[in-house]
């Protein structure tokens, strides 16, 4: 027995979760992250955590993390300069996208610049016919002419996305080989490798973001496996994926667009956790980092799935936990604009420099540095001592934005705060608009450095009655990676009829991906206990666009029942739209199946509860609500389970400041939980 560490490395701190197979004993700590040497946090942090908690690298039994590199890389724009091959003629597949307005309530409103721009996009003469059989063969001067013109414009990866290669991806496999041996420095990737799915958009999309970002994390987790070798952890590094589960590092290098939702999915899966032990039924998590804000709906316990998530501004197609990222973080930079608005983000200070109150070098205005400047947080040490708070140094960063605006330093922090919050109303309210579901049907639980900071902020605007913050909110994506499955998803296109005469190709194509399953968790993963597997399948009626997921019975598979399929997908569509047409035929676009092995799950510790009112620490000065007043400090210590306290306040503790305004009580249960219920509150 030995400790299972999970591992979550953010844009400005890096989070560790040590967990005990026997005991049960959980220990934390916190390191601030290194992005210009990756690796080097976690050597520092596993150092700490032997120094302060006698764990040494030997004792480590079971290593997994989660890392939003990915994901940050394509919000601040920091991938490879990538360019497209087409087929020929269909060089706009990314400015045309779906011809659908970001906003279409806003007559201004335009996309965002895509990952590849026009003037990188190559179209090559080939042509399949959409059953995979070849109608103009690869045609190679064409495609050496595209490769001089990504040598012109200064190209260090191509990604090659050509029609119906979801069929037949000869002619992709047949020009990627051919590039390789022109420009053997190029990255070469090919869309049917990284998700082939039907639609040529889709695909494409998502094959660019992971061409885009593929040799930064290849690098980052290359140095990761290097540094753990070098101090002595045994096991192999696992690393969280996009859908919730874990696989290796060495399979993520290449993997990649499976992990991009990494850290924030782990988040999810940890706060899904603690939910399900807390009897919280509905829930709305927040993980506020130093670079992102990321929000996903969670119900009995379980997070939702889907296949189709926004990266940024982009369209992702994977299978992943249902996340939506908000470029607003503790260092998201506050600005004045060309026409003197007050705008935050989506530009992040990160951890090096940081924001301007850690003292370390960074001088423009951050989220965090606005509720230092309001007085919001606590003035001594934060993320575990690796971190001194300096309010001078916020006052001095955001007092040149409230000269321009003319306002005070206080005003001006305070505006900075309610821009941040309200950006996350309308994201958070997209996102409930999308799934049908009421903002106050659910309780906010709040985790990151910045969540239990912002979460009563932004569940006064949303209308959210209860928000939850967990004992140890800033390291909860590590927990997240130590209660996650060995996980993976399997596809294959389908396209026919759900129809006796094609019962026996779907049994034959669900045996495949399970086979195809069954090695991947046993072979490539080593898993020796007994995995699950879930096949489901996307269908629609014919004449319909999109199609929805829908889980199958093994056994009706096993027994062509096609009366038990049929009335599956009415009854979910009835579910989702209302109505089922049980006389309309069913066509199936594409066969799944996810296999699962489970991991060992640490146990959460459960107090009596010892109900009484606990007293501050001491009052502070802030400014609040439009207000200079006292409030009460609180360290997180004294508010064991059963404790109330008196708010508006101030919660310190090591890895994260809650903070509490006018309109909430606050409680503590026995899983040590924050538990902050609203009342009334009238703005001032």
């Known amino acids: 027995m030995g400790y299972r560490v999970g591992v979550d490395i953010g844009g400005t701190f890096a989070d560790f979760c040590a967990f005990h197979e026997e005991s049960g004993r959980i220990e934390t700590v916190k390191v601030l992250s290194t992005p210009a040497t990756p690796g080097r946090e976690v050597v520092e942090g596993l150092r700490v955590l032997k120094e302060r908690h006698g764990i040494a690298p030997g004792d480590i039994s079971y290593f997994t993390h989660g890392t939003t590199v990915g994901i940050n890389s394509i919000i601040m724009r920091r991938g490879i300069r990538l360019c497209l091959l087409t087929t020929e003629n269909f060089i706009d597949v990314l400015e045309l996208a779906r011809l659908k307005m970001p906003d279409p309530y806003h007559l201004l409103s335009a996309r965002q610049e895509p990952l590849v721009t026009r003037d990188r996009v190559f179209g090559v003469r080939e042509r399949l016919r959409t059953d995979g059989s070849v109608d103009t063969p690869l045609d190679h001067e064409s495609l050496k002419s595209a490769i001089d013109k990504v040598r012109a414009v200064g190209g260090e990866g191509v990604v090659i996305s050509f029609l119906h290669s979801y069929r037949n991806p000869v002619h992709e496999a047949e020009a990627a080989e051919a590039v390789q041996r022109m420009a053997p420095d190029l990255h070469v990737y090919c869309s049917h490798r990284v998700r082939p799915i039907i639609r040529e958009y889709e695909r494409t999309s998502t094959a660019v973001i992971h061409g885009y970002v593929q040799p930064r994390v290849a690098r980052y987790l290359g140095a990761l496996q290097e540094a753990l070798r070098g101090i002595g952890v045994a096991p192999e590094a696992m690393v969280t994926k996009s859908n919730g589960g874990v696989m290796s590092a060495e399979l993520g290098k290449s993997a990649c667009v499976d992990m991009l939702l990494s850290g924030t999915a782990a988040g999810v899966m940890g706060a899904a956790y603690v939910a399900k032990a807390a009897g919280a039924q509905r829930v709305l998590s927040l993980d506020i980092g130093g670079t992102s804000a990321d929000v996903a709906i969670i119900e009995d316990g379980e997070p939702g799935f889907g296949a189709a998530e926004i990266i940024g501004d982009f369209p992702l197609f994977v299978p992943t936990v249902s996340v ?318 059963g404790a109330r306290f008196e708010c508006p306040c101030v919660i310190a503790q090591n890895d994260t400041t809650t903070i509490v305004p006018e309109g909430f009580a606050g409680r503590v249960d026995a899983f040590a939980n924050l538990i902050l219920t609203r009342g009334a509150w009238n703005a001032h």
């Open 324 to 641: 939506t990222s908000i470029g607003e973080g503790g260092g998201s930079i506050a600005r004045v604009d060309g026409a003197g608005m007050l705008r935050v983000g989506p530009e992040s200070a990160g951890s090096t420099p940081g924001p301007a109150a850690y003292g370390r070098g960074g001088s423009e205005p951050t989220i965090t540095d606005a509720f230092v400047a309001m007085g919001l947080v606590d003035l001594g040490s934060v993320g575990y001592g690796m971190v001194q708070i300096d309010r001078e140094k916020a006052v001095a960063a955001i007092a040149p934005l409230a000269a321009e605006l003319d306002r005070s330093v206080e005003e001006t922090a305070e505006g900075i705060v309610g821009i941040a919050v309200s950006g996350m109303y309308r994201e958070v309210s997209k996102l409930c608009s999308r799934r049908g579901v009421g903002e106050s049907e659910f309780s906010l639980l709040a985790f990151g450095g910045g969540g239990p900071m912002m979460a009563c902020f932004l569940a006064r605007q949303l209308g959210i009655n209860e928000v939850i913050v967990p004992p140890a909110p800033g390291v909860l994506s590590a927990l997240g990676g130590l209660t996650a499955d060995v996980r993976n998803d399997f596809t294959s296109t389908a396209y026919y009829d759900l129809a006796e005469e094609n019962i026996e190709r779907m049994q034959a194509e669900l045996a495949q991906l399970e086979e195809r399953a069954r090695c991947w968790i046993e072979e490539e993963q080593r898993y020796r206990g007994e995995p699950s597997f879930l096949p489901s399948a996307e269908m629609r009626y014919r004449g319909q666009s999109f199609e929805i997921e829908v889980a199958l019975d093994p056994a009706s598979i096993a027994l062509g029942d096609l009366a038990a399929i049929r009335a599956a997908f009415d009854a979910e569509h009835l579910r989702l739209y209302g109505h089922a047409d049980e006389k309309a035929a069913i066509q199936i676009i594409a066969l799944n199946m996810v296999v699962k092995g489970q991991s060992a799950k640490p146990v959460l510790p459960v107090a009596p509860l010892d109900e009484r009112q606990v007293a501050p620490e001491r009052m502070i000065q802030v400014h609040l609500d439009g207000q200079s007043r006292q409030i009460a400090l609180y360290h997180r210590e004294q508010l064991t389970a």
